[in-house]
């Protein structure tokens, strides 16, 4: 099979388009042929080795964990899914991806695609939706009428935070540049912050929730926008909990997993017209190298997907 | 370059995947490498030849009239666009069509792509949304608080048309079969009508605008739902004039030609968030026999959208 694949760690030429063999399902497994995929920041930060540490990759390795496709084999004992089911999925990381015609899933981290997208826009939704999701129900578990505060809403993870929020009840307080002020909005946020422009404080103030996906200064600022008891959940790098216990605020930090319980519930809102996603660019699988380069800029508004094959 | 071409009018067996030249772009005209492709009712009616007595088609012909893709060429005195910007269209049904690698079109035909959304989804757009705009913006006028009937409002046609009847401020009636009750209220409808359970009236009374994508008996049966100095719109069959003198209202037929000044409004609509499109079943190029059975079939629930190349 056609498949992207790295022999070492390193820059964007570590990513070679070359065949590979198709792999085989194992017990409890299922083989899905790959439509759409999508690329994500852990994919290259995985492709630096920065996460080398955490998750013991062999050579050749496969990056890209998002991905929605069509079931092509079944092994023993998987039984949640037929072969031509459409199915998408956030694999586990620690294993070959997706940027392969191919790909071999645990059928417990498969969930069926939702119905009214393409596998192109359904394939940008597991790793960021999860991860939004995760973020805001399950660990800051938002309440109507809340402040939430999301950083870089018009990024892959950012735009379906927004979303998420506004279909928990959230007041929503976006940021973003201005370029993207129309977009964000159109996601539903209250109230649109120009990060170039204006301070965050006070602009915003009195927030229940912060949604993290910027780290760094970004992070640091958030803290004193907290309400006493509010919490700040970073998906980029933990909060340093000395920090949080001085504004006497809760610090989070999520690193996800696979979790088709969250893929269903997110295919239910997909088809409900709750949440939609944003793609910002679409390259070609022969085009790897150039859509990591978009995303290590970024610049990205949206999701990046890879188009891999025929439905 | 690959297409699907018919060298006769007849059944699926004259879809035929083959080798056909690359089409030039003469003045005024570009050649789209084409990512997405849609299938329309229309497509099986010309391959059929019920409509060769108006178009004049010329065999071989690539059949196929919607298109998202990347601009690839263009030709002298074009100057709209430039190579690699991301378009869609729906070009002049009279000459050859999008089931194919590469697609000449008048540049007047072009509009930019919707930027939030993928081709694919793109691709399922130009011909249903300028039907729907067309119908309930121009010949119907909708206003804000005017009730809107739409038949077959889960189909590829009607999900666009409630939307943008919603999006200009009606009260919307939707019919559909109760399997699809959830798709068409997640679309905005103010009340909906399971067609196989209930009769239209008198479920449904005093709507000043009927959307007819059905014909035939559903709609003989629509004239009396309409208010006096209603409308009814049909996309399928000339209305007869005597029905709707005898009724006080209007009856309109429309048969859509490109328009890339609507093309660039829905993009819009898209872009906010006032529209989304309906995927209904998706194929590879090659299978397009199975799409047109599928779209035959009158079955299919949104649009039916092809995989034909990669951005």
């Given at each position: 099979m056609r498949a992207v694949r790295m022999h070492d760690y390193g820059g964007i030429d570590v990513l070679r388009v070359e065949d590979a063999p198709v792999p085989e399902p194992a017990a409890g497994e299922v083989r899905v042929r790959v439509v759409g995929a999508a690329v994500n920041p852990v994919d290259w930060k995985i492709r630096r080795g920065y996460l080398r540490q955490d998750i013991p990759h062999r050579f050749p390795l496969v990056p890209g964990w998002d991905v929605s496709g069509v079931v092509d084999a079944v092994g023993e004992q998987a039984t949640r899914f037929k072969v031509g089911d459409a199915v998408y999925s956030r694999p586990d990381i620690a294993r070959d991806g997706t940027y392969a015609e191919f790909v071999v899933i645990r059928e417990t981290e498969l969930a069926a695609k939702?119905?009214?997208?393409?596998h192109i826009e359904a394939a940008s939704l597991p790793l960021a939706g999860i991860t939004a999701y995760q973020a805001l129900v399950d660990i800051a578990q938002v309440q109507p009428g809340q402040r939430v505060l999301v950083h870089a809403a018009a990024g892959g993870v950012g735009s379906l935070a927004v979303q998420i929020a506004k279909a928990r009840g959230a007041q929503v307080i976006g940021t973003a540049s201005g370029a993207n002020r129309a977009l964000v909005e159109s996601l539903g946020v209250d109230q649109f912050v120009d990060y170039r422009r204006e301070a965050l404080a006070p602009a915003v103030r009195e927030v229940d929730v912060v949604f993290d996906t910027l780290g760094g200064d970004v992070q640091e600022a958030s803290?004193?926008?907290?309400?006493?008891g509010g919490v700040l959940v970073s998906v980029v790098n933990p909060p340093p909990q000395k920090r949080a216990q001085a504004h006497g605020v809760r610090g989070e930090f999520l690193f996800i997993g696979p979790n088709a319980t969250v893929l269903a519930e997110l295919a239910r809102m997909v088809e409900a017209g709750r949440l939609r996603p944003v793609i910002g660019a679409e390259f070609a699988l022969r085009d790897i190298a150039r859509a990591h380069e978009l995303s290590e800029s970024g610049r990205a508004r949206g999701k990046i997907v890879l188009y891999v094959g025929t439905p």
């Amino acid at each position: 099979m056609r498949a992207v694949r790295m022999h070492d760690y390193g820059g964007i030429d570590v990513l070679r388009v070359e065949d590979a063999p198709v792999p085989e399902p194992a017990a409890g497994e299922v083989r899905v042929r790959v439509v759409g995929a999508a690329v994500n920041p852990v994919d290259w930060k995985i492709r630096r080795g920065y996460l080398r540490q955490d998750i013991p990759h062999r050579f050749p390795l496969v990056p890209g964990w998002d991905v929605s496709g069509v079931v092509d084999a079944v092994g023993e004992q998987a039984t949640r899914f037929k072969v031509g089911d459409a199915v998408y999925s956030r694999p586990d990381i620690a294993r070959d991806g997706t940027y392969a015609e191919f790909v071999v899933i645990r059928e417990t981290e498969l969930a069926a695609k939702p119905r009214t997208i393409s596998h192109i826009e359904a394939a940008s939704l597991p790793l960021a939706g999860i991860t939004a999701y995760q973020a805001l129900v399950d660990i800051a578990q938002v309440q109507p009428g809340q402040r939430v505060l999301v950083h870089a809403a018009a990024g892959g993870v950012g735009s379906l935070a927004v979303q998420i929020a506004k279909a928990r009840g959230a007041q929503v307080i976006g940021t973003a540049s201005g370029a993207n002020r129309a977009l964000v909005e159109s996601l539903g946020v209250d109230q649109f912050v120009d990060y170039r422009r204006e301070a965050l404080a006070p602009a915003v103030r009195e927030v229940d929730v912060v949604f993290d996906t910027l780290g760094g200064d970004v992070q640091e600022a958030s803290w004193a926008l907290l309400k006493p008891g509010g919490v700040l959940v970073s998906v980029v790098n933990p909060p340093p909990q000395k920090r949080a216990q001085a504004h006497g605020v809760r610090g989070e930090f999520l690193f996800i997993g696979p979790n088709a319980t969250v893929l269903a519930e997110l295919a239910r809102m997909v088809e409900a017209g709750r949440l939609r996603p944003v793609i910002g660019a679409e390259f070609a699988l022969r085009d790897i190298a150039r859509a990591h380069e978009l995303s290590e800029s970024g610049r990205a508004r949206g999701k990046i997907v890879l188009y891999v094959g025929t439905p």
